[in-house]
């Protein structure tokens, strides 16, 4: 297609800023129309941003005939129905992240798709920001040598919901789990792909503050397919915030956040150089480039359907004595 004209199921506070301009501003993108429930909101969203058309259903929005793609950006809970709705349609999918509730719902989104011939997406966007362009150009170029293993911490302070409507991200029936779902995805995201497919994944899920029906602290090991071993542990109920990824090499070692922008590089005599590589305005739009970019025929995106799904597998591994999960 020479333009791709796109509809947003869930206009809500990710497409604010992080997304929806950038559906704008992407060479032969366009932002035709949008969908929220509540009519009210739908309307004044398509009125700030220069929308055309709002709706307050989904199915008319898929069918809009002047709607090419479907972006979904609702809770993980909606990702599932979308998806195969807009499959229906004979329409490509962007879908937020996580890709759904759990590993068997990405399955059938996968299967959707590829019976309608449809692409499907995923917004872990951070394969598309350069800071982890560069980190996995640097990798590749051998700059610390052969890859032996990878450790993340992830710390953060507890939050005080209490009186308050609890965010979805702690409604494990919206977002199949908590905050380790929702932050620790982009983790493992990440590292799928600067050093493949994980394999083979154990770890323990617990609530140790029970401020909350979900987990607050997950613990996990796992063995990349490429032979590169793990360990991450992520800890929502602490005294301090870290945000912490070490990449360690036979020649050297990589340190990095997932979540801002530094980035130091170390050999075996020392400190080879050490940065801060900044986010765009509008962090999603490297990668919407590059699905803008295959739905036009001219390159690929790094976050598919496919690539997505293996981290909600892991994830699945790591939370299902927690949830029971079969």
Aim: hydrophobic share 40%; charged share 25%.
């Amino acid at each position: 297609m020479d333009k791709v004209r796109w509809g947003i199921i869930g206009c809500g506070n990710v497409t604010e800023v992080k997304s929806g301009p950038a559906l704008q501003k992407v060479e032969g993108s366009e932002l035709v129309a949008v969908m929220r429930r509540d009519a009210h909101l739908a309307e004044d969203y398509a009125n700030r941003h220069g929308v055309a058309k709002w709706y307050d259903n989904a199915e008319a929005l898929v069918h809009d005939p002047d709607v090419d793609a479907i972006y979904v950006a609702t809770p993980p809970a909606f990702h599932h129905e979308y998806a195969l709705m807009a499959a229906r349609a004979g329409k490509p999918v962007y879908v937020e992240k996580p890709m759904a509730k759990n590993h068997q719902e990405c399955l059938d989104m996968i299967a959707a798709c590829e019976e309608a011939g449809v692409p499907l997406f995923v917004a872990y966007y951070r394969r598309g920001l350069p800071k982890f362009v560069e980190i996995k150009r640097l990798l590749d170029s051998g700059v610390i040598g052969d890859v032996r293993f990878v450790q993340t911490t992830y710390l953060q302070q507890a939050k005080d919901n209490q009186g308050e409507v609890l965010p979805w991200r702690l409604q494990p029936e919206l977002s199949g789990g908590g905050l380790f779902v929702d932050l620790a995805s982009h983790t493992l995201d990440i590292l799928d792909y600067l050093l493949g497919p994980i394999g083979e994944v154990k770890g323990f899920a617990k609530n140790q503050a029970q401020r909350h029906q979900v987990e607050d602290i997950v613990t996990a090991t796992y063995a990349f397919e490429s032979g590169v071993m793990g360990t991450g542990i992520w800890s929502f109920n602490t005294c301090t915030h870290l945000d912490k990824n070490e990449i360690v090499g036979s020649l050297g070692k990589m340190t990095f956040s997932t979540f801002s922008g530094d980035l130091r590089i170390e050999g075996l005599d020392g400190l080879i150089e050490e940065k801060i590589i900044p986010n765009p305005a509008h962090v999603q739009q490297p990668l919407i480039t590059k699905v803008v970019e295959e739905l036009r025929g001219l390159g690929k995106s790094p976050s598919t359907g496919i690539t997505a799904a293996r981290t909600n597998r892991v994830m699945d591994e790591l939370l299902k004595d927690f949830y029971h999960m079969t």
